[in-house]
């Protein structure tokens, strides 16, 4: 069964949707790397420690923050 969501305001389908649908599994389905992204979910930024129990339903809205390494200041 498809999960259409809101990642960062776009439309999104997950076909089919990843068993279960919690954080852990959606996050890599939706081609994140979960060590590098900070999720929002329905308004709520969620720790890593929960993705695993957090649940992700149809229609529900993701923000997606990618953490991105940066050079060094002269």
């Known amino acids: 069964m498809p999960l259409t969501l ?9 076909e089919p949707s990843p068993d279960p649908a919690c954080l852990s599994t959606v996050i890599p389905a939706l081609g994140h790397n979960p060590a590098l992204v900070v999720v929002e979910l329905n308004g709520v ?10 649940p992700v339903a149809e229609g529900d809205t993701l923000e997606i923050v990618t953490i991105v390494g940066g050079g060094s200041y002269s």
């Open 45 to 54: 930024i969620i720790p890593k420690s929960r993705w695993p129990t957090e």
């Open 6 to 14: 809101s990642v960062n305001g776009e439309p999104q389908l997950l």
